[in-house]
């Protein structure tokens, strides 16, 4: 593998200390899937087309991939790398001196995936990268 078979963009997300005021401002821009009342420990979601669009309270972080260990960062980007292909993304990264977490198996409908996994890892800014895959099972 010369570079990580990406298919899409999955998600987005964002840490922000004005959870509210983000929250009204994407629902007049016509993202209604956003809550009129945000939860502060929740990552709040918009379907945007294929990927998911979402915010946070900066109080709560995104996951590091390590236990439940969460990480106050300023971005959250999930890339979708090609079915089945993790475990090779993950040997990819180590070849290229990344350390990433390890893979975890994800729980309920992801992206219309029944149980994908994921594995996390950071950027050098140390924003929280995901790569995910869905499995054989899934489709």
Request: glycine share 6%.
């Amino acid at each position: 593998m010369d570079k990580l078979p990406l298919v899409r963009v999955a998600e987005v997300a964002f840490l922000t200390p004005k959870l509210e005021e983000c929250t009204k401002f994407y629902r007049m821009l016509g993202l209604d899937e956003f809550s009129p009342n945000p939860d502060k420990k929740t990552i709040h979601f918009a379907n945007v087309g294929e990927q998911y669009f979402g915010f946070a309270d900066e109080e709560r972080g995104f996951m590091s991939g390590y236990n439940d260990e969460m990480i106050k960062v300023p971005l959250h980007i999930a890339f979708e790398v090609a079915d089945n292909s993790l475990d090779e993304c993950i040997a990819f990264l180590h070849s290229k001196e990344i350390k990433c977490s390890p893979k975890i198996k994800n729980s309920g409908n992801w992206h219309g995936a029944k149980q994908p996994y994921s594995v996390y890892f950071r950027d050098p800014q140390g924003n929280i990268m995901e790569l995910w895959a869905r499995q054989d099972s899934d489709r």
